[in-house]
């Protein structure tokens, strides 16, 4: 709620606050969108006998809010997602509250009985580890929608299940070779068994969504966001994509008329079939957009893919089924030469550069092209970050800090389940396997931390993430710690869904912590997870939301 003549101060009180690291037992008090004490007592100061009921009374100008028992926290960052692909899949056929085969087909089945005029079935949220081999197949999609084109994401984000329909409007057929930057999955005669990875995907053109249409995705995405405590992230990819609009309208225009609430940092994509030469079309999308709580200041470089479908960059080959070397080492996505002289010249014109680095190969390129880029221009401010991080040979872990790299986290695939115990692990190896997702190693060696979801690769709950962070397994599932060395403390982990995101967008002078002359962008918890066990911390709601003092979400309303 923002302050009006009536209402000027909001004090937060009955609970504990998260200052300065730890959970307190003091009071917070807002006004006209900033904080402006945090101390003990401060409801009773200002409003002198003020009653509480439904969580908020006013008195003499002053709302008190009741914490109930919760803890009051800065609102949480997203330091990586793709919130307007990821709203426009709610509106689409969305798999992605589901793991079981029989669902998805009962999903697709009545999507397509409750859009019989779409011309295509759109959407995904599956999951790789639900089929044999990670493999999906166009005959099952046939069955349940045979004259009609099916084109639908993997929950990574790295690959599509299509029907035969779709892939005869693409043209693509046994003869049809696989692109450098992606493969075609082939049943044992080269006909396409339905899967496309990477690069393939682009092979098959479908209907954009109109602009409508991502305007409403994102609008889903930014209520959704709010729920989970979320007021701002960073866009990690500013482009289009297949079946999406350019998004970098679609933010622009949300933030001019006032509808973006969330503070939005965008990052420009890296086109990886243009070089050097699209750098001034990145320095004009910069000039224009920044918007209200928008602003495109970072740029995407995707280097390589991801360790399920073999297409993360490895230092060593990938194993087979039998445990013995390939000749596979994952794929390179933009040419190294290019990569080093796109970072230098990028880092000297004042952008962010954000990286998609999984194997470990790849995450030593980004370290070699930001120390080349160090040595070129000097130590900047820009921020830079490495995101997923899931395999990282230990003589780089140093390096992050040394270079002033952020670790850009994603915490919940830290563990145990299917798609890394059956289509990651073996395909590693027992040394290399133990080397993933090394957060306590990182914390250790004093790299800077954020953390994101990658939404809608996972889920953007941010308090999921924390508690597999702080435990290596998640909540209900597999208990099973997944290499417990590299856990975070819940003082960590929280510091890097809100300190350490706000960081790396640049936004740590005004939110991220919760203290004096900061924005209220707030979140009220339903406990204090310092106070409870740590396996309990999933269990954590958020009852509500403030940016700017402004009430965005309310669980009880």
């Known amino acids: 709620m923002r302050g009006d003549a009536n209402e000027t101060v909001t004090v937060f009180t009955g609970g504990s606050v998260y200052v300065d690291g730890a959970s307190r037992h003091v009071d917070v008090a807002v006004r006209d969108g900033r904080i402006t004490a945090v101390g003990a007592d401060l409801a009773g100061r200002a409003a002198g006998s003020a009653r509480v009921a439904d969580g908020v009374a006013g008195v003499d100008g002053v709302a008190v809010v009741d914490l109930e028992g919760g803890l009051l926290i800065p ?26 085969v029989g669902q998805y087909l009962e999903t697709i089945a009545d999507y397509a009985k409750r859009h019989p005029d779409a011309e295509w079935i ?11 081999g990670g493999v999906p197949t166009r005959q099952a999609l046939d069955a349940i929608v045979p004259d009609r084109p099916v084109l639908l994401t993997v929950r990574d984000g790295h690959g599509a299940w299509a029907n035969t329909r779709a892939l005869e409007l693409a043209g693509i057929t046994a003869d049809t070779p696989d692109p450098a930057d992606g493969r075609i999955e082939r049943e044992p005669d080269g006909t396409p068994i339905g899967m496309l990875q990477e690069g393939a995907v682009d092979l098959v053109a479908v209907p954009i969504a109109t602009a409508e249409e991502a305007r409403q995705g994102l609008l889903a995405a930014q209520s959704y966001l709010f729920s989970l405590g979320i007021s701002g992230w960073q866009d990690a990819m500013i482009s289009a994509y297949p079946g999406n609009p350019d998004n970098y309208d679609v933010y622009r225009d949300a933030a001019r008329s006032g509808e973006l609430k969330a503070r939005v940092v965008g990052a420009l994509w890296w086109d990886r079939d243009r070089g050097l030469e699209q750098i001034p079309d990145l320095v004009g999308r910069r000039a224009n957009g920044t918007v209200g709580r928008f602003a495109a200041t970072s740029v995407k470089l995707m280097l390589d893919g991801i360790a399920e479908n073999f297409t993360a960059a490895m230092l060593a080959p990938y194993l087979d089924r039998c445990g013995c070397p390939t000749a596979n080492h994952g794929l390179e996505f933009i040419d190294p030469d290019v990569l080093r002289d796109a970072v230098a010249r990028l880092d000297a014109l004042g952008f962010q550069l954000h990286f998609h680095a999984l194997g470990d190969r790849a995450v030593r390129q980004a370290l070699d092209v930001l120390e080349h880029a160090r040595a070129a221009n000097g130590a900047t401010d820009n921020r830079h970050q490495l995101a997923h991080l899931q395999v990282v040979h230990p003589d780089d872990i140093p390096r992050f800090a040394a270079l002033g790299a952020t670790a850009n986290i994603q915490a919940f695939w830290a563990a145990h389940e299917r798609q890394m115990d059956e289509l990651t692990i073996p395909f590693l190896g027992t040394e290399r396997s133990a080397r993933q997702y090394p957060f306590g190693d990182l914390a250790r060696a004093g790299a800077h931390i954020a953390a994101g979801s990658d939404w809608n690769v996972s889920t953007p709950d941010p308090l999921l993430g924390i508690h597999v962070a702080v435990n290596r397994s998640r909540i209900g599932e597999n208990p099973a710690p997944f290499y417990p060395e590299q856990a975070l403390t819940l003082t960590q982990a929280l510091s890097a869904y809100t300190e350490g995101s706000a960081w790396i967008n640049h936004l740590d002078a005004v939110a991220g912590t919760i203290a004096v002359g900061k924005y209220a962008d707030l979140v009220v918890l339903d406990r204090d997870p310092f106070a409870r066990p740590a396996d309990e911390i999933g269990a954590t709601r958020v009852r509500r939301t403030y940016v700017e003092g402004e009430l965005v979400f309310a669980a009880d309303l």
Not at 80 to 98: E, I, K
């Open 75 to 100: 609102a949480f960052q997203d330091a990586h997602n793709h919130a307007v692909f990821a709203g426009l899949q709610l509106l689409r056929c969305d798999m992605s509250g589901q793991s079981e």
């Open 122 to 132: 759109l959407g995904g949220g599956w999951s790789m580890d639900s089929f044999p």
